[in-house]
């Protein structure tokens, strides 16, 4: 079962930055495509990002021209890089594996990280 830990999340101000890093356990790593998920209170998860292993990348509208996902397979790191945060932002990021870029998430959640844009 592979699992997943996020980090990099914090409090950061409207227009800031954050680099969340995720790190998965397991040797499938390099075979599946990788996304970063975010729910919002209230919210129902949605997908932000996902790359494939071999660097076919695909962006929510939403995040297009701010964020960039990158992936270092050796490491079994999967990072998303966060520019000119809003506070619409805000939510607890995830990420998991996917058999495609559209698709949703097939592993176990793990804990994810919280992103608070705020003045």
């Known amino acids: 079962q592979v699992q997943f830990v996020e980090s990099g999340g914090g409090l950061v101000q409207p227009g800031g930055s954050l680099k969340l890093s995720c790190v998965a356990s397991?040797?499938?790593?390099?075979?599946?495509?990788m996304g970063w998920f975010r729910q919002a209170p209230g919210k129902q998860r949605e997908l932000v990002a996902s790359i494939t292993s071999g660097g076919s990348i695909n962006y929510a509208d939403f995040v297009k021209g701010r964020f960039t996902i990158s992936r270092d397979n050796a490491k079994n790191t999967v990072y998303l890089q966060m520019n000119s945060l809003n506070a619409e932002d805000t939510a607890v990021y995830y990420c998991?594996?996917?058999?495609?870029?559209?698709?949703?998430?097939?592993?176990?959640w793990g804990q994810g990280t919280q992103v608070t844009v705020s003045a």
């Open positions: 397991g040797s499938i790593f390099s075979i599946y495509a």
């Open positions: 998991n594996i996917q058999r495609s870029l559209f698709a949703a998430g097939l592993g176990s």
